[in-house]
Each structure stands twice: as structure tokens, then as C-alpha cells.
């Protein structure tokens, strides 16, 4: 099992541009989420999906937008990139009445 | 006041000493609580899950919960440099059984020298 995986792994955008950060997972889970991370901080939930065609929104959603058309699929897109949401973004995911989320590596994303 | 609390260090120990991590939470109705360790540039790592009130011991890691003060702490025994790490503590939120959210606290960093 590779877990979950996340591409890519950095990233640099422009003010303005958008881009879609992937997200899959292999062990069936139902639930995906994501997260960013800002230096020294916490995780901020931005989005999560309770299974496939569901999802709904976190602490700080403002500027991103997902998708679940799949079980193993959770792509987060990013429209307008702006400096604001330079961070590094995590999915995760877990199973249905278990709590505990495994992590993907990560994405570092910087926009300027 | 923030939902889940911890002291962000960072909390220096010496190599072979006990090193311990706090954590407190706001919502009484948490019912289940995890300890991530995060090591710089990388993901988090869950080490340990608690859900009664008590210790739950696993190698050289103890996690100890106590929901009417509500405050969750993780010990670590016999402290190696390798344990330099971020820890972040994790709390799921009321009411959310059937969609597995958490809330992290900000973490602790630890470092553990030689």
C-alpha cells in the first residue's frame, strides 16, 4: 500500500494563476481531508468528504474548491492564487468510525 | 480561548531525561484524543491515541488523559536526540462521529540534546 499520496510536492505559482493539488489513497478510506500549515502553526482544516460525491467545508475554505468523484480521489483547487495561501497543504484521510488520520507528504506551495 | 491548547516551546531536554508534553481542550464532549509527531519538513505521524480516562502506555511513550480537567499530556521516557520533533496534539471535534474531524493545537517542539 503507498497510503496516501500527494503531487506535487512543491510548487511555485504566480498572483492570479490557478492549479489543482492531487490527492489519492489506496486503503479505501471513506473520509479525506485537507489541510494547510503555516509556519509554526497548526493544521487548519480547509475541506473534507465523508465519501465519494460528498464534501463540505472546514475552519478556512475561502479560495479553494474540491471535488470527490471518487473513493481514493480528493484533488483541492486553488483559483486566484494569492501570497495569502502560501502554506503547505496536507491530505489526509481515515476510516469510517475511526478517528485516526494518516497523512500524505505534503505540498509546499509559495506564491509570489 | 482556543480549542485545543499547547505550549509551543520550545521544551529542551536532556538526552535519557522524561520529557513532557501538555495539552488541554476546550469541549467536554471530546471523546477521542491523539498525539502527532511532526518531524521538521515532513507530515505528521500519529505515536499514540487515548480515549479513557487513565495512561496508555507503548514503549518508551505514555499518554495520559483526564476529561474532567480536561487536559491530555504525552510523556516520553529515556528522551533521544531522534525525538526532536514537533508534537501536535489532537482532539476530535464534538459531534463529529460520523465525519472523523480533528482539531490540532499549534504543537510543542521538542528537542532533546545530546
Known amino acids: 500500500n503507498a497510503g496516501v499520496t500527494q503531487t506535487p510536492k512543491f510548487r511555485i505559482l504566480k498572483i492570479g494563476q490557478s492549479m489543482t493539488l492531487q490527492c489519492t489513497q489506496d486503503m479505501n478510506h471513506n473520509y479525506m481531508y485537507w489541510y494547510r500549515q503555516d509556519p509554526g502553526m497548526g493544521l487548519k482544516l480547509i475541506y473534507y468528504?465523508?465519501?465519494?460525491?460528498?464534501?463540505d467545508k472546514g475552519e478556512v475554505p475561502n479560495g479553494y474548491n474540491v471535488s470527490r468523484s471518487t473513493t481514493e480521489d480528493f484533488p483541492l483547487r486553488l483559483e486566484l492564487a494569492a501570497p495569502s495561501q502560501t502554506s503547505v497543504y496536507f491530505c489526509?484521510?481515515?476510516?469510517?468510525?475511526?478517528?485516526?488520520?494518516?497523512f500524505g507528504a505534503g505540498t509546499r506551495l509559495s506564491v509570489l | 480561548q482556543k480549542e485545543v491548547e499547547q505550549n509551543s516551546g520550545p521544551l529542551s531536554v536532556p538526552e535519557g531525561a522524561i520529557a513532557s508534553l501538555n495539552c488541554t481542550y476546550s469541549d467536554r464532549v471530546s471523546q477521542s484524543f491523539f498525539w502527532y509527531r511532526q518531524y521538521s519538513g515532513k507530515s505528521p505521524e500519529l505515536i499514540m491515541s487515548i480515549y479513557s480516562n487513565g495512561d496508555k502506555e507503548d514503549g518508551r511513550f505514555t499518554a495520559q488523559l483526564n476529561k474532567a480537567s480536561q487536559y491530555v499530556s504525552l510523556l516520553i521516557r529515556d528522551s533521544q536526540p531522534s525525538d526532536s520533533a514537533t508534537y501536535l496534539c489532537a482532539v476530535n471535534r464534538a459531534g463529529s462521529s460520523n465525519t472523523g474531524k480533528l482539531i490540532f493545537g499549534q504543537g510543542t517542539t521538542l528537542q532533546v540534546k545530546p
Open positions: 489526509a484521510s481515515s476510516r469510517q468510525g475511526e478517528n485516526i488520520q494518516y
Open positions: 468528504s465523508v465519501g465519494a460525491g460528498i464534501t
